[in-house]
């Protein structure tokens, strides 16, 4: 009984998610039923992609568990088939309410394109349990893998919902949003399924860089009027959508403030504080990777004992993942407040630079460490931005 409770509960879960969401949802403009529908699907399409997974697996002998064939071929495996297959199978759920009138607005193709995802999340789950019926990580690895389904399928999502009008789906952005969702689907599913336990810990970071960008969107969707507003809804009575406001997100800057931030003004880029700024954000990393050891020794933590199959032993990696992602903020501070220009076009490349140069000197060095630093790479970015936006100067 209770080995059955342990898959079946966790596979409910999605479901859960989707009846919420239905209910806060305006029920004229998706109705329930063609959720229902699309969840469905994407469990059934889920079911398909898992199957193709583990026949590939049997004929090539190919599997994404580094332990079983290597970090190198499981990262290969894992974008040239597994995160394709199930990526697409998403979308194929999504088709048919793609087809319907109900789907006529950039926030529609976040609706479905997560009750889709919530279907193969529910379906996956329960398959991973049931073939691990024992142990507390599976099903730690299935909670943390499902934000993840829904953040990756409402990237692709929304790019189908902006190439929607009317009845023709016209050329987008969606082929790029779709490949840059699946490579992220890879390289996540890699934390999750094919390392050990301890690298579940380099998964939080990422989680919590999907979690704002996902609420910059939903203010930037809500700010340009996809959905109907605050007002409007109580006007005729459904008070549900008002719970989910996001009245509160007023104070960090829009997506649209800080892209204009982001481009070229008619002034030429600053070629020598694009240098300067990498040297400074390669120097604050190596000061803050240097504050994290004087600490860890200070408290007596053990450098040596770092196995990402041993979850308590992952403390010392996290200590120093720390202390080099706090150089980007602070060293994008600096350069936009040493440069006193106008955008963040000179610190944003600055860091880009010193990311670059990062990951190809770990390339040669420790090239195991590479696929941390490509993970982390774009939220490493996201502080050098932010610190940046803080040291601008005002005007």
């Known amino acids: ?40 699907l994407g469990a059934v399409l889920g079911a398909s992609a898992l199957w193709v997974e583990r026949r590939a697996t049997l004929w090539t002998g190919l599997d994404i568990q580094t332990s079983v064939v290597g970090q190198g071929t499981a990262l290969l495996y894992l974008f040239c088939v597994v ?17 319907s009138k109900y789907f006529d607005e950039p926030y529609d193709g976040i609706v479905y394109a997560g ?8 379906l996956e789950n329960a398959t991973v349990l049931r073939a691990h019926p024992v142990g507390w990580i599976w099903p730690a690895r299935t909670l943390l893998a499902l934000p993840a389904h829904l953040f990756f399928s409402a990237v692709w999502g929304y790019s189908l919902g902006r190439g929607k009008r009317g009845t023709k789906l016209r050329s987008n952005i969606f082929p790029l949003a779709w490949m840059g969702a699946t ?70 800057p829009s997506l649209e403030t800080v892209r204009a ?3 070229r003004t008619d002034r030429p880029i600053m070629l020598r504080w694009i240098v300067f700024g990498a040297v400074v954000t390669l120097g604050a990393m190596v000061a803050g990777f240097g504050a994290s050891v004087a600490f860890g020794h200070s408290v007596h933590v053990d ?20 202390g080099v992602l706090a150089g980007f903020p ?9 440069s006193n220009l106008p955008t963040l076009l000179e610190p944003a490349l600055a860091a880009a630079l010193a990311i670059m140069a990062t990951v190809v000197l770990l390339g040669f060095a420790i090239p195991m460490a590479l696929v941390f ?11 050098a931005c932010a610190g940046a936006w803080i040291g601008r100067p005002l005007s």
């Open 330 to 338: 602070v060293s994008g501070f600096l350069v936009a407040r040493a």
């Open 83 to 99: 995160a394709p297959l199930r990526e697409g199978a998403k979308v194929a759920a999504t088709w048919p309410a793609l087809r």
């Open 303 to 322: 450098f040596s004992v770092v196995d990402e199959h041993n979850v308590n032993a992952v403390a010392p990696l996290v200590l120093l993942g720390v």
């Open 1 to 40: 009984m209770f080995a059955a409770l342990r898959w079946f509960l966790p596979a409910l879960l999605p479901a859960l998610l989707l009846a919420i969401g239905a209910y806060f949802s305006d029920g004229r403009r998706e109705p329930p039923l063609l959720l229902v529908v699309t969840f469905l």
């Open 183 to 252: 490579l992220a689907h890879g390289l996540y599913t890699h934390f999750v399924y094919g390392r050990g336990p301890g690298a579940l810990a380099g998964v939080f970071p990422l989680l919590l860089a999907m979690g704002t960008a996902t609420l910059f969107v939903a203010r930037d969707l809500r700010a340009k009027g996809d959905r109907p507003s605050r007002s409007s809804m109580t006007s005729t009575g459904d008070t549900r959508f008002s719970r989910l406001s996001f009245d509160s997100l007023t104070a960090p």
């Open 115 to 122: 009750a889709a995802a919530l279907g193969f999340a529910a």
């Open 261 to 263: 931030a982001l481009q």
């Open 373 to 383: 630093a490509v993970a982390f790479s774009p939220i490493a970015f996201a502080l």
